[in-house]
């Protein structure tokens, strides 16, 4: 998920810049992850699974964008940016072909694949022709790590920005140095990274095609897409670098320039009574908000674990016999207009304590010369996203002001609406059509609102463009449902940061682990008030540097090569893991890890939050040739 840009970002970047960075000229698109913090969305039924809106996660998510784009702002210079595209085959499947299938036989024969496969890059240099930073998109979700783990991360698309940021920045951390390498998501609706399919955990036999539902025991929950690596670390590694190394030839041979104007349109919308035109005697219409059934089965990629599954086009009398005693009947009206979608939630009727779902979306387009970046506010399908490409294409080809036009989806962009499924895969109600949440016309309504700013960019008339009405900020009455970290306390005769299991004196350097445990505080400290969270680290990897005489850091808790977890204990009591997985590369030497975080304890009649830290006995690291 991502946070909404209108609520926190835009209103710190106003304060800062005034009106430079608007509404209209600022997109936030989010990777896409399942492994973020939660906590940062407005709407109740995302409050619901992440128990509110967390200050904690919120204010630094905000403070690091607006950091980014102060960053930017202060290196801004004159410079070129070049495109490039190409095909990445092996990293991607249709995650539901079945709906897929129900597209017009026409329309899916004038593609090769069911998942788009093509990496777009925009490559950005300064004006001696040295690189400054790169943008691509391609369509995947980044699932490969699934849910059973329980660390922050940016999976697959995540480590691909690692990678190529770690050959153009070398010798930096994380985050450090001048080269930025984005990798964006875009109409990855229907398409999985686990590339070796869905499976039965329990049978090992396939899943229904239908209905990916296996046989006893768990009906949707059984069907897990995994691969192409042996656990989920490897798939994201894999995936990962894939995506890496098609960017980084696509931007080492891009060499087409753009070049021309640059121009924004933004509108708000709301989506749950957009009227459009379908042919000359008929209108359709979008609905209020409202999750079908097979939204509870899942996917492939993570199932439901209750006997909900997908491709569902009638109730079930139990289930909703539930819903309608806690949290009330659909309308006859929501019903009809969702049609053949068996409603489970009717979340566009539910606004106790506060709307479940958004009616009010952005729609925006940024062109950079021949480039069109198509900022959607949700998980478009593949054939979704071509609809929509090739409408704005057409639209700012009308005009003759555009031509040989690039169209980019930039997925998840802005606010949260779930999924958009052309019409036809809507009617087959499988995870992605039970999730479009404004109705079979969806889709209908965003082509007619896009091609609508499209046109407004092509015949320059953007500022004619109707605002559209304001979302709301429940800012006051967003409230944490969590509740305050306890105080901390350490087994007897340690103290925080103290490493319970040391290292070993000398590893040898491929494929070794080094682990140690920490007595650990609350990791819910990081994000509080009053502490700075700017550039911190739980971890670090330390390398002796024998000529200067100090410590020098090789890896952050960001770097693929550690992993922290925090284990909460029983008696206010927790600890950590901390390992360091030696990549090839690692020079001998000596090696420490240190441990960083923050505890709460009372003094007198005050909580007080301390900083502390705690470091490992030095060990070496030794090429295999010296250790044998
Ligand atoms: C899934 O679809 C198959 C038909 O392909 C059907 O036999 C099965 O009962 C369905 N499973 C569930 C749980 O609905
Ligand atoms: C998640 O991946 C791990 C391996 O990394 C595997 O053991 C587990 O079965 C997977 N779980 C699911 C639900 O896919
Ligand atoms: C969106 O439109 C519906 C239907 O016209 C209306 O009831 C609702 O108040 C509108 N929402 C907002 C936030 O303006
Ligand atoms: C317009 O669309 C409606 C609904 O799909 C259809 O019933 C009708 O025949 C169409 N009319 C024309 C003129 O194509
Ligand atoms: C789901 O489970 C409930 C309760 O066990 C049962 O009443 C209902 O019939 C089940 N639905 C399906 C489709 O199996
Ligand atoms: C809703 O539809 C049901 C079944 O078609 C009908 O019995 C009921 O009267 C309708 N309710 C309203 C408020 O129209
Ligand atoms: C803690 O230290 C004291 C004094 O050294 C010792 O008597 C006691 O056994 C220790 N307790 C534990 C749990 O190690
Ligand atoms: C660096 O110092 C360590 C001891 O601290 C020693 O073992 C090692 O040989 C030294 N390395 C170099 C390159 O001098
Ligand atoms: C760390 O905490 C876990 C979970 O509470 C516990 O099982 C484990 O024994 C602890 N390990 C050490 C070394 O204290």
């Known amino acids: 998920f991502h946070i909404e840009k209108h609520t926190e970002v835009l209103q710190a970047l106003q304060m800062k810049y005034g009106d430079l960075y608007r509404q209209d000229n600022v997109v936030l698109s989010g990777t896409h992850t399942h492994c973020g913090l939660g906590g940062y969305f407005q709407y109740t039924l995302f409050m619901m699974t992440s128990k509110g809106y967390i200050k904690e996660s919120t204010q630094p998510l905000v403070n690091g964008i607006v950091k980014s784009i102060d960053i930017a702002h202060r290196n801004m210079k004159p410079g070129r940016i070049f495109r490039n595209r190409g095909d990445l085959d092996d990293s991607s499947l249709n995650r539901s072909p079945h709906s897929y299938l129900n597209n017009p036989e026409d329309e899916r024969h004038r593609y090769k694949w069911n998942t788009d496969k093509q990496v777009v890059v925009l490559k950005f240099t300064d004006l001696d022709g040295d690189g400054i930073g790169m943008i691509s998109w391609f369509a995947v979700h980044a699932v490969s790590m699934n849910y059973t783990n329980r660390m922050v991360s940016s999976d697959n698309m995540g480590y691909a920005s690692c ?57 949707s929950v059984m069907c897990q897409a995994y691969g192409p690596g042996d656990d989920m670390f490897d798939s994201t590694r894999i995936i990962g670098h894939k995506i890496y190394s098609k960017a980084k030839e696509l931007y080492a041979n891009a060499v087409e320039e753009v070049t021309g104007f640059l121009h924004s349109a933004h509108q708000w919308v709301n989506m749950t009574d957009v009227t459009v035109q379908i042919n000359a005697t008929h209108t359709v219409s979008t609905c209020k908000p409202a999750l079908g059934h097979s939204f509870a089965a899942g996917t492939i990629d993570g199932g439901g674990d209750l006997n909900f599954t997908q491709g569902a086009v009638e109730g079930d009398p139990f289930w909703d016999g539930i819903r309608d005693l806690v949290l009330g009947k659909p309308s006859n009206q929501t019903q009809e207009c969702h049609h053949p979608k068996p409603i489970l939630l009717s979340t566009g009727e539910m606004n106790w304590p506060l709307p479940w779902h958004p009616q009010i979306v952005d729609v925006q387009i940024i062109t950079i010369g021949s480039v069109a970046v198509v900022a959607v506010p949700g998980e478009m399908t593949t054939m979704s996203g071509r609809r929509l490409r090739e409408a704005v294409q057409q639209e700012l080809e009308s005009e003759g002001t555009f031509r040989d036009t690039e169209v980019v989806i930039a997925g998840l962009s802005n606010v949260y609406t779930h999924y958009i499924t052309t019409y036809e895969e809507y009617q087959v109600q499988r995870y992605e059509g039970a999730s479009t949440i404004y ?42 449902w969590m509740l305050p970290a306890p105080v901390d306390k350490t087994p007897q005769n340690t103290s925080f ?15 070794h682990i080094v682990t140690i445990w920490s007595v650990s505080a609350h990791t819910a400290l990081w994000g509080s008030s009053g502490l700075s969270t700017q550039d911190k680290t739980f971890v670090t990897v330390e390398i002796y540097d024998n000529r200067t005489e100090t410590w020098e850091i090789v890896h952050t808790d960001a770097s693929w090569e550690t992993r922290f977890h925090w284990l909460k204990g029983s008696n206010q009591q927790s600890n950590a893991t901390i390992e360091w997985h030696i990549p090839s590369s690692a020079p001998s030497g000596s090696y420490r890890i240190r441990h960083f975080g923050h505890y709460k304890q009372w003094k007198g009649l005050q909580q007080v939050i301390t900083a502390y830290e705690g470091a490992s006995e030095v060990f070496r690291v030794a090429s295999s040739f010296y250790s044998h």
């Not at 940061?497 to 494929?511: H, K, N």
Request: net charge negative; proline share 11%.
């Open 497 to 511: 940061g103290d490493v319970l299991e040391q290292v070993y004196p000398v590893y040898r350097q491929v494929g």
């Open 163 to 219: 990678l190529l940021e770690q050959d153009k920045n070398p010798g930096e951390l994380p985050g450090q140095g001048g080269f930025v390498a984005g990798f964006s998501s875009s109409n990855l609706g229907d398409v999985t990274p686990n590339t070796k399919g869905p499976h039965c955990a329990n049978t090992g036999l396939p899943c229904d095609y239908l209905n990916s539902s296996c046989p006893v025991g768990g009906v």
């Open 439 to 480: 109705g079979p016309h969806t889709l209908s309504a965003y082509l007619q609102k896009f091609r609508g700013l499209a046109k407004a960019i092509a015949q320059d008339r953007v500022s004619e463009l109707p605002l559209g009405p304001q979302p709301p900020f429940f800012k006051e009455h967003l409230l944490s």
